[in-house]
């Protein structure tokens, strides 16, 4: 709690100078409130700077950005590149709705649209929609709080099937330890100083 309000602090001149970016891009909302699934499956507020267009999950629902996605806006895409539209969830961390390092956080009615396999089908690809709570390992990775940043986060592309990153969820949750909290939040800083947050390929 406190490294998240000194983080607050130090950052304020960013967040006034990305709110007033977010605006004068489409005169919009600067910031954008989700619903999250928080540890043991409680429902949470995530707070983001917008980087998408206004109703940009209309007729749509909420769905996982795509690469070169139509709905993310030129400063959006700055943002997401960085994390910089992950700053305000500081707040959500002084809350105690979040940890600096642990799974990230999903949204409850969240799709997954790439190929998954399917409980119980091993040999089966699903080429569909699929709920994320379908997919193994979605329960158990909400036994600690989610993070501003993790394992699965640094080390997978942002497109990762899920049931992949799921994986690495548990496997933080096994072996987590204040040190690799540490070495987490170190490579974090290296992938936002180099703008890979939303690369397709290795990130570090």
Same mark, same amino acid.
């Given at each position: 709690?406190?490294?998240?309000?000194a983080g607050i602090i130090i950052s304020l001149p960013l967040w006034l100078l990305f709110g007033f970016l977010v605006w004068l891009g489409? %005169?919009?909302?600067?910031?954008?409130?989700?619903?999250?699934?928080?540890?043991?499956?409680?429902?949470?507020?995530?707070?983001?700077?917008?980087?998408?267009? %206004?109703?940009?999950?209309?007729?749509?629902?909420?769905?996982?950005?795509?690469?070169?996605?139509?709905?993310?806006? %030129?400063?959006?895409?700055?943002?997401?590149?960085?994390?910089?539209?992950?700053?305000?969830?500081?707040?959500?961390?002084?809350?105690?709705?979040?940890?600096?390092?642990?799974?990230?956080?999903?949204?409850?009615?969240?799709?997954?649209?790439?190929?998954?396999?399917?409980?119980?089908?091993?040999?089966?690809?699903?080429?569909?929609?699929?709920?994320?709570?379908?997919?193994?390992?979605?329960?158990?990775?909400?036994?600690?709080?989610?993070?501003?940043?993790?394992?699965?986060?640094?080390?997978?592309?942002?497109?990762?099937?899920?049931?992949?990153?799921?994986?690495?969820?548990?496997?933080?949750?096994?072996?987590?330890?204040?040190?690799?909290?540490?070495?987490?939040?170190?490579?974090?800083?290296?992938?936002?100083?180099?703008?890979?947050?939303?690369?397709?390929?290795?990130?570090?």
């Amino acid at each position: 709690m406190a490294v998240s309000l000194a983080g607050i602090i130090i950052s304020l001149p960013l967040w006034l100078l990305f709110g007033f970016l977010v605006w004068l891009g489409d %005169r919009g909302p600067v910031f954008y409130k989700q619903e999250r699934v928080g540890k043991n499956g409680r429902i949470f507020k995530a707070l983001k700077f917008r980087s998408m267009v %206004r109703d940009a999950e209309e007729g749509k629902g909420p769905v996982q950005a795509e690469e070169n996605d139509p709905r993310v806006t %030129r400063v959006g895409r700055v943002l997401r590149a960085t994390a910089m539209d992950e700053l305000p969830q500081l707040l959500n961390i002084l809350k105690g709705d979040m940890s600096f390092v642990g799974p990230r956080a999903l949204r409850p009615a969240e799709i997954e649209t790439g190929k998954e396999k399917l409980p119980g089908n091993p040999a089966r690809d699903q080429n569909q929609a699929l709920p994320l709570d379908k997919i193994p390992g979605y329960y158990e990775r909400q036994a600690v709080r989610p993070g501003l940043t993790g394992l699965a986060q640094i080390h997978l592309p942002t497109d990762a099937p899920r049931g992949e990153k799921f994986r690495y969820d548990h496997q933080y949750i096994k072996t987590q330890s204040f040190w690799k909290d540490l070495k987490i939040m170190f490579l974090s800083f290296w992938i936002t100083f180099r703008g890979k947050w939303e690369s397709r390929e290795k990130k570090i």
